[in-house]
Antibody, heavy 123, light 107 residues
């Protein structure tokens, strides 16, 4: 059974660095073809893809945020991480992590999602 | 970036009607489009992968079609539980993008 759960600081101030953790079970990020992505959603708005990390440590970032994003993983502890530097109020959103689909190899959709973690940036 | 344009933004229907939701890509993306449903205060759920491939556990009234730049999610005979927001996502580029969504609401 695949599950994912996000955790984060809840609230932080402008200019700080947001650190998010995705703890998952039911799959391993050391397995060929596996990947995890981060997606966010401001309240009442649509989904925005942020970044993906793959089993081979390949990483992809949303170009509009690339300079501020860092994605990483800890395969031993089944975790993926996302850092966003220099946050401002526009980064207030629910942040989701999701597994990238797998069928004996990578399939580029999100088949399992976490419940999301709400992050508020406020002074 | 590949831009996905979903239309209409809102679709008002009565239960039992059949509907089609559109997703148009800014360039040809073969069949690298996936559809999600998001109910209020829930995480998105995968409905259709690669334009038309079904997903285990998803009701058969949901179907997808299209290739190139024009894609359609069809719901045959909408049920009350289907009123939610639908998003398309492309994976033709390694830099994924989502459409802005179509809200299916009760008329």
């Amino acid at each position: 059974q695949v599950t994912l759960k996000e955790s984060g600081p809840g609230i932080l101030q402008p200019s700080q660095t947001l650190s998010l953790t995705c703890t998952f079970s039911g799959f391993s990020l050391s397995t060929y073809g596996m990947g995890v992505g981060w997606i966010r959603q401001p309240s009442g708005k649509g989904l925005e893809w942020l970044a993906n990390i793959w089993w081979d440590d390949d990483k992809y970032y949303n170009p509009s945020l690339k300079n501020r994003l860092t994605i990483s993983k800890d395969t031993s502890n089944n975790q993926a991480f996302l850092k966003i530097t220099n946050v401002d109020t526009a980064d207030t959103a629910t942040y989701y992590c999701a597994r990238i689909g797998y069928n004996s190899g990578p399939e580029d959709y999100f088949d399992y999602w976490g419940q999301g973690v709400m992050v508020t940036v406020s002074s | 970036n590949i831009v996905l344009t979903q239309s209409p933004a809102t679709l008002s229907v009565t239960p039992g009607e059949s509907v089609s939701l559109s997703c148009r890509a800014s360039q040809s993306i073969s069949t690298s489009i996936h559809w999600y449903q998001q109910k209020s205060n829930e995480s998105p759920r995968l409905l259709i992968k690669y334009a038309s491939q079904s997903i285990s556990g998803i009701p058969s009234r949901f179907s997808g079609s299209g290739s190139g730049t024009d894609f359609t999610l069809s719901i045959n005979r909408v049920e009350s539980e289907d009123f939610s927001i639908y998003y398309c996502q492309q994976s033709y580029s390694s830099l994924y993008t989502f459409g802005a969504g179509t809200k299916l609401e009760l008329k």
